[in-house]
């Protein structure tokens, strides 16, 4: 299936419920696999929070389960973060603590969008993802702190999924058009520097950076 | 592995004025992720306002064995019960 052009807020739609729901599949893949019961009720939880996330965005698109559903995989507006494999437990605190992190500036600020539905929705959204973060960044912490292993595990995770943040903060012209009319905030604003004293504190200037970067962009849908 | 983690008494209070009640227990290396997990377990249907974890092994219980002594004695004094009060209505939780 060829990329349906449409409006740039859906587009916007799309890409923002498109990350909660690759994200929350992605943490469903745990469920009765997560190293102990506790954190599989933990993970279930967020995949939960994200799911619901995606659910609104995604109806205020469209039809929310054809869109969920009935796309070939190339028409999904996800960042390439929230679709890296779980890996162990620690690849996937990582990726949650980096995403949510950057997920968490966005919904503070997109609190005040110009657009009625996604100001609500983010006001609704951003005590879930504050959890998120919070959890994500205790695991880091003792996971960082536990045994050489765990340590060597959570630097691992780290690595994999660092070289994906830099898109997060990219703007192409449909995201341009939509920050330009209110609708969204500008992740440029959101800063780099600031994210990486939000997500690794400590870590410095020296972020992971041991791991190639991911290709300029994805295949497009249409050959 | 789980077992590798202490054990912690989980207590919910299900709205204000009311007590903490005990729900269950959960594992966790520490009081911060009991609390993590306390919530996700036992609070994911908006059944409290407050949590409360305590670590299992610091909790000094009864001996089932001396139940007799301990319990028996207070069957046949009624006159202990307040069951000869009147209780306004508008008392909750009593």
């Not at chain 1, 994200?50 to 960042?79: M, P, S, W, Y």
Request: hydrophobic share 40%; net charge negative.
């Amino acid at each position: 299936m060829a990329t349906i052009a449409v409006d740039p807020r859906t587009e916007y739609l799309l890409r923002v419920g498109d990350d909660s729901l690759v994200l929350g599949q992605r943490l469903s893949e745990w469920c009765g696999h997560a190293p102990v019961l506790e954190v599989d009720i933990s993970l279930a939880n967020l995949a939960l929070d994200l799911i619901g996330q995606a659910t609104l965005l995604l109806n205020e698109a469209g039809d929310g389960d054809r869109l969920a559903f009935h796309r070939d995989v190339l028409d999904f507006k996800n960042c390439l973060l929230v679709e890296q494999p779980n890996g162990d437990f620690a690849q996937t605190i990582a990726r949650h603590l980096l995403y949510t992190t950057w997920q968490h500036m966005l919904l503070q600020r997109l609190t005040g969008s110009s657009d009625r539905f996604l100001a609500e929705f983010a006001h609704k959204a951003v005590k879930e993802v504050a959890y998120h973060r919070e959890l994500a960044r205790e695991w880091v912490i003792r996971l960082g702190d536990g045994t050489e292993e765990s340590a060597r595990r959570m630097a691992d995770g780290l690595d994999w999924n660092w070289r994906f943040v830099a898109e997060l903060f990219e703007v192409d012209g449909t995201l341009q058009s939509v920050i330009d009319h209110g609708i969204a905030p500008d992740p440029r604003e959101l800063g780099r520097l600031s994210f990486r004293n939000c997500s690794c504190p400590g870590r410095g200037a020296a972020g992971p950076a041991s791991r190639s970067a991911p290709a300029p962009r994805r295949p497009t849908g249409t050959p | 592995m789980s077992s590798d983690w202490p054990l912690w008494e989980v207590f919910v209070r299900a709205k204000g004025g009311l007590s903490h009640r005990h729900v269950g227990s959960v594992h966790a290396p520490d009081g911060e992720l009991a609390l993590a997990h306390a919530r996700d377990t036992y609070t994911r249907r908006l059944e409290g306002v407050s949590l409360w974890v305590v670590p299992s092994a610091k909790i000094i219980a009864s001996d089932p064995d001396r139940a007799g002594e301990l319990f028996e004695p207070a069957e046949d004094k009624i006159y202990r019960h307040p069951t000869f009060y009147d209780i306004p209505d508008e008392v909750k939780h009593i």
